[in-house]
T-cell receptor, first 115, second 113 residues
Framework: DSGVTQTPKHLITATGQRVTLRCSPR?????VYWYQQSLDQGLQFLIQYYNGEERAKGNILERFSAQQFPDLHSELNLSSLELGDSALYFC??????????????FGEGSRLTVL | LAKTTQPISMDSYEGQEVNITCSHN???????ITWYQQFPSQGPRFIIQ???TKVTNEVASLFIPADRKSSTLSLPRVSLSDTAVYYC??????????????FGTGTKLQVIP
């Protein structure tokens, strides 16, 4: 158990709909990262937050948005869903601020299926 | 983050030692080298991290030559449960957390009985 909690574990929805994925980082971790992994593909970095502030942005679509709340949990919002958005969405957290070197802790992922 | 290059796949028999090499020619002075393991439908899991020379923990060893332009993850006596994708990451994981931590394509290790 990594200590990172993601909900829901599975989600099936239709094209054009909007969904929200939630992530609770490990206790005390300030950084949250979101990744998308399509079938048999690598992990695509979407976005990173550190202590409530956006820190880095990857190839995140304009239809997707995220935020990190004061209690440090994060939500990834996916709207106007398309078939190609079907994927595993992972959240990871890290302590940050601990100096060089460090470790990412991943949740079990949220599997999104768009029909 | 420094670009990394790894073999796409490797096969090994059970009980053998497996070495997976990662090239990172543009590694910067402050960069660390980290390896992750991912099983299907699971999030990646940290295996080992190092800066130079050799690092060993209970599951693996990491060898880093003096020029740090490559690194080798060594898995002793692999078992079927080691079948997974292994990712090499290189970057400066300074205060504030990793930034734009990008995983490469990884190496798919298949352990054969």
């Amino acid at each position: 158990d990594s200590g990172v909690t993601q909900t829901p574990k599975h989600l099936i929805t239709a094209t054009g709909q909007r969904v929200t994925l939630r992530c609770s980082p490990r206790s005390g971790d300030l950084s949250v990262y979101w990744y998308q992994q399509s079938l048999d593909q690598g992990l695509q970095f979407l976005i990173q937050y550190y202590n409530g502030e956006e820190r880095a942005k990857g190839n995140i679509l304009e239809r997707f948005s995220a935020q990190q709340f004061p209690d440090l949990h994060s939500e990834l919002n996916l709207s106007s869903l398309e078939l190609g958005d079907s994927a595993l969405y992972f959240c990871a957290s890290s302590a940050g601020g601990t100096g060089a070197g460090g470790e990412l802790f991943f949740g079990e992922g949220s599997r999104l299926t768009v029909l | 983050l420094a670009k990394t290059t790894q073999p796409i796949s490797m096969d090994s028999y059970e009980g053998q030692e497996v070495n997976i090499t990662c090239s990172h020619n543009n590694i910067a002075t402050n960069d660390y080298i980290t390896w992750y393991q991912q099983f299907p439908s699971q999030g990646p899991r940290f295996i080992i991290q190092g800066y130079k020379t050799k690092v060993t923990n209970e599951v693996a060893s990491l060898f880093i030559p003096a020029d740090r332009k490559s690194s080798t993850l060594s898995l002793p006596r692999v078992s079927l449960s080691d079948t997974a994708v292994y990712y090499c990451l290189v970057g400066d994981f300074s205060p504030g957390g990793y930034q734009k931590v990008t995983f490469g394509t990884g190496t798919k290790l298949q352990v054969i009985p």
